[in-house]
Each structure stands twice: as structure tokens, then as C-alpha cells.
């Protein structure tokens, strides 16, 4: 047999399944444009709410000196410190700009009136980025000042940065919550995603389907194995985190530990869904690390910053559940809020679980019958 004769029957091997050529095909153009549209170090659209207290023509020509660029969106503007504190506190505002009162007769008397900027840094990245954004306008807008009335003010306008929820700006602060959705999320579905498909391949799948036991009980039993060995995994990445990275759980454990394990149960239920609907655990192992390792890294707001990604790809982001973990962890994690804040990610969880689970019994049962 020639070299020519092998590759001809591996060519006709590979057209029979079709499978495992539109993973080799596709995957790669599918990489490319995830990582092309996403992978960008860029910080813009950063949402910025502004306490005007000053309400003269100079306050509202420093607000559009801000927001008239890609660089900041003007998500509100509070009356008060507190209600930009709230907004800060949902994840709503990045950057909070507190405007003093008598900014405009300061600036016309030639002072140098003081803005106040808080930052959220629970990313460190966005923050830092967004306070030396909010520093170069201030700084453009008094030239500007400057040069129509050639008063002299060094510096025109001056900033006040105050930093919350993360004063060192160390980027492992925020990098572990994103760490350990993205470990939980990979490791629970790629586990539970051999699992039946292990069945069949062992050949006790059909003493399975012709036990008493229902397609949801089957779902169940499958998943409480591995929900306990993920429970204990996630107690050491959390010990290890706080130990070792000198991470502060400023929230409630308990409900860390609520919103966790709803989080768990449904990438397991990912996991299950993929092994009800693969004929192999070689295959099984590739959609699963595919389906969760990508989306994780690149759209859950893990690494890149959501906003700063086209709206045809924020729109995707809010079929990854990865993104509503982090926004969990970094709320109770870094800045140590409660449910009134973060039910609506913790409501999208249970939707995604309950999914999951659902459709992964739904497919046994037909397996069943």
C-alpha cells in the first residue's frame, strides 16, 4: 500500500464524518473571528454617571468635553454623591464624576477648581485606564480654557481620584472571581459531559433507560457526584485565593455559596446536554471544552470588558452564563453587596439551570423511548 493509497482512504474516513470535518474546518474560522472582534485591549464605551452641583455653562461644556467621544457613555446623572455611590455599588457606572458647585466662578476668577472622580476597580484594568481617560480631558478641557481667556491656572482643572473596592488597583483582585467562574464553568461541563456518552460506549446505557428510574432522577444522580467534588474544589480555590492572593470576601458566604452552586448545577447541566447528544467521548470532550473555554475566556466580561465589544457580540454575551457568574462574584466578592443588587445575574443562573437540566432530561427521555 502507497503513501497515496492511505491518504486516500483517510480523505474517505473524513468525508464520512462529517462531524469531525466541520469541527476541523469551521473551529478555526470561528476562533479567529471570536479572538478578532473581542481580543482588543482598547477600554472604551466606559459607562460614566456625573453629579452636576454646579449647573452653569462651564460644568455642562466639562460633561460634553467627556461624553462627546467613544470613550465614555453617559449612563446618569445622579442629584447626590450617595445615588452615584448606588450606581457604582449595581455595576451600573464605572466612573462616577462629582462637579462641586462654584466650578464656574472658580474658573472664571482664574482658580484651579478641583472634580472629584470614583472609580469602581473591581477591574483594575477599566479603572486605571478610565481614570487617566478622565484625567487627560479634564486636562484638554482647562487648555481649552485656557487658550479662549488667557488667564493663567496650573493646573486648569484639577482631579480628586478616589478608588473603591479595590485602593491598590492589583489586578489579581479582579482577575479571581473571573478565574474561578472560568475553572468551574470548563472543569463541571467537561466532566459531566462524558458521562452518558460513557454509557453507551460501555454498553450499560440500556440498563439505564430500562430501570424505574425517570430521565430527571437519571440527570440528577449523574449530577450530584460531581456537584460535590466541584463544591469542594471551589472551597480550595476560594482558600487559596484569599491565602495566597490576599483576596477579601467582603459579601455574604452564604450567599456566595447559593449563587455557586446554582452556577455549578447549571454547567453541569451544560455538560449533560452536550453527552445526550454526542455518540462518543472524544467528541463529547472537544464540544465541551469548545463551548465553554471560549465564550468563559473571551465574552463573560473575564478578561475584556463587555462594552468595549461590538453590539453584535455584546448581544451574544448574554447566552454565556459565565458573564452573569463574574458580575456575582465581583459583587460579593469585591464589593460586598447583597441580593437587591445582584438578583437580576443570580435570576439569569436559575433560568440557565433549570434550561439545562430540562432540555438534557427532555433528550433522555427520547433516548429512552
Known sequence: MTVAAVAKKEFRQLGRDS??????????????????????????????????????????????????????????????????MEL???????????????????????GAP??????????????????AYVEAFARMYGLTLLERSGAVMEPPVSMLQTVLYNPELKSDRFLVPGLIAFILMVSCAVATSLSVVRERETGTMEQVLVSPLTPGQVILGKALPYSVVAIAALVLILLTS?????????????????????FIVGAQGFGLLISTATSSQQLAFMLSALLTLLPTFLLSGFAFPIRAMPLAVQLITYAVPGRYFIALLRAIILRGVGPEVFWPNLLALVIFAALMLGISSARLRRVRL
Not at 29 to 52: E, P, Q, R
Not at 89 to 109: K, N, Q, W
Not at 120 to 125: K, L, P, R, V
Open 19 to 84: 462531524r469531525t470535518l466541520v469541527f476541523l474546518v469551521f473551529v478555526p474560522m470561528l476562533m479567529l473571528l471570536m479572538f478578532g472582534y473581542v481580543l482588543s485591549f482598547d477600554v472604551k464605551h466606559i459607562s460614566l454617571a456625573v453629579v452636576d452641583q454646579d449647573r452653569t455653562p462651564h460644568s455642562r461644556a466639562l460633561m460634553q468635553a467627556l461624553t462627546n467621544n467613544e470613550y465614555f457613555d453617559l449612563r446618569a446623572t445622579p442629584d447626590d454623591g450617595n445615588a452615584a
Open 88 to 110: 457604582l455599588d449595581r455595576g451600573e457606572a464605572t466612573l462616577a464624576l462629582v462637579i462641586p458647585p462654584g466650578l464656574g466662578a472658580a474658573i472664571a476668577g482664574g
Open 114 to 131: 478641583t472634580v472629584q472622580a470614583i472609580a469602581d476597580a473591581s477591574n483594575a484594568n477599566a479603572a486605571q485606564t478610565a481614570l
Open 242 to 262: 484569599v491565602t495566597v492572593f490576599g483576596v477579601e470576601i467582603r459579601g455574604s458566604l452564604v450567599w456566595l455559596a447559593i449563587c455557586s452552586l446554582v
